[in-house]
């Protein structure tokens, strides 16, 4: 039934690539209205057609878009994308996975969240549900992070949506072989250099 949409989906938002388990569940789950996955894990999955935030800016104004070193940055923010495929709003920021080629397959994809500084942190969890679940784990009134995570866990297993793991300590470090922030970093500075603003 939601085929179609699940693939326009991953052109869209993942170049195409198959969507992982969870976030299948969760797109379906936010289409057909069921809001309990968006109310646990305070996702909205971007609509058809919505900006990239490392792509939007209608914010500027016009001076700011004709600045030199704004421009260095828009550049190198277009080239980030290509490799942070920013699927939902996350609170005041976006979820996403870091997709850098050099990034170890056996991995799998690493879970990142981007603030409106264009500042990524990679997030603990193999999946986006366990990174999400891990991030709010660390916010919730439980006595700490693992008890607050182990409710998340089954609380989601009941729903429908099991991690893969329910001990916070299992999920594994947040790292990345390439930093998204000195990835970008870099851009700027390349495109600074081309642009012979050194």
């Given amino acids: 039934m939601h085929e179609e949409r699940l693939a326009a989906f991953s052109r869209e938002r993942l170049d195409g690539r198959p969507l992982p388990a969870d976030l299948r569940t969760l797109l379906v789950a936010q289409w057909e209205g069921r809001d309990a996955f968006a109310r646990l894990l305070r996702f909205d999955f971007f609509a058809p057609g919505e900006v990239h935030p490392l792509l939007d800016t209608d914010y500027l104004s016009e001076a700011e878009l004709a600045d030199p070193e ?3 940055v828009n550049a190198a923010a277009a ?14 920021n976006w979820i996403g996975y ?14 990142v969240e981007l ?26 009134d439980e006595p700490d992070e693992r008890a607050g995570y182990a409710a998340l866990a ?3 297993a009941r729903l429908g949506l099991p991690l893969g793991t329910r001990e916070y300590d299992a999920l594994g ?22 642009r012979g603003l050194h």
């Fill in 70 to 72: 704004m421009q260095c």
């Fill in 173 to 194: 470090g947040a790292e990345a072989r390439v930093d998204p922030d000195g990835f970008l970093e870099a851009l700027v500075e390349a495109e600074r250099g081309r």
């Fill in 154 to 156: 089954a609380e989601l």
């Fill in 115 to 140: 603030d409106t500084e264009f500042s990524v942190r990679v997030l603990p969890g193999r999946t986006l549900a366990e990174a999400a679940a891990a991030e709010l784990a660390d916010h919730q």
């Fill in 79 to 92: 080239q980030l994308a290509e490799h942070l495929k920013l699927v939902a709003r996350y609170g005041h």
């Fill in 98 to 111: 870091w997709l850098h080629p050099d990034e170890p397959a056996d991995r799998g994809w690493r879970p």
